[in-house]
């Protein structure tokens, strides 16, 4: 559960990374509980979370974990990181970019994941960095694993969000939209996704480093 004192942490990166956090409160529950749906709850397993901001989907993954399971929350933002740290000292809270994830698996020794779970705010981020960041993604997942993100609705027809869809159709054999999430702020939906496609593709980028301004 966000307290007060988590949202005025919130509140305080957001002010001072607004280009980084994009978003207006932590998710609530019923968005961090659909995420968290993605980790399973049949076997230990190792998890991964991008953008932990405070630590409410860090709460609601923590919940479904079994014990011995290992979850590692990646947050670019320090102070949010050394928060979370105190406040779960359960979790390996590491202060990095996501787009840099497999260099900070194999630092732990990891090499595959049972789920990641994202609260990037994607519409942010440049087309190449977002293509980074899901091919990595992509790369880490045990086979039958599973990814989930979101994005806020009244972002969707804004050239991120549609740049973001296209990527995630591109990157999984199966992606699943959710039915919104109104009881969230802003409200959203999810996108789980399963099965990354052919490997050997990705290895060249190919979308541009920015979208058009038309888009
Ligand atoms: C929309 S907030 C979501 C926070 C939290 N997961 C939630 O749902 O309430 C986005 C978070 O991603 C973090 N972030 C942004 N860019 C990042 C990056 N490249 N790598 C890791 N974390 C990043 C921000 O600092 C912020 O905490």
Redesign the pocket.
């Known amino acids: 559960m966000t307290t007060p004192s988590d949202l005025l942490a919130f509140l305080d990166?957001a002010a001072r990374?607004p280009r980084?956090?994009?978003?207006i409160a932590?998710?609530g529950p019923a968005l961090c509980r659909r995420l968290a749906q993605i980790v399973p709850r049949t076997h230990v397993s190792t998890v991964v979370e991008?953008?932990?901001?405070?630590g409410?989907?860090s709460d609601a993954i923590g919940r479904r974990l079994l014990p011995g399971s290992r979850h590692l929350a990646?947050?670019?933002?320090e102070r949010?990181a050394d928060r979370l740290r105190a406040r779960r000292p359960d979790l390996d809270v590491v202060v990095a970019?996501?787009?840099d994830l497999r260099a900070i698996l194999r630092e732990r020794g990891v090499h595959r994941v049972d789920a990641v779970v994202s609260?990037?705010?994607w519409s942010l981020f440049p087309a190449a960095v977002q293509q980074r960041i899901l091919t990595a993604v992509a790369d880490v997942l045990a086979p039958g694993a599973g990814f989930a993100t979101f994005a806020y609705l009244h972002a969707l027809p804004l050239a991120g969000a549609r740049g973001l869809r296209r990527l995630l159709d591109d990157t999984f054999d199966e992606v699943v939209a959710s039915a919104s999430v109104w009881r969230n702020l802003p409200p959203a939906l999810t996108y789980t996704c399963r099965r990354p496609t052919a490997r050997s593709t990705w290895a060249t980028p190919c979308v541009p480093t920015a979208y058009p301004a038309w888009l």
């Not at 980084?20 to 978003?23: L, P, Q, R, Y």
């Not at 991008?50 to 405070?54: C, D, E, F, K, N």
């Open positions: 990166a990374q980084s956090v994009g978003a932590p998710s991008l953008g932990a901001g405070t409410s989907v990646v947050e670019i933002d949010l970019d996501a787009a609260g990037l705010p």
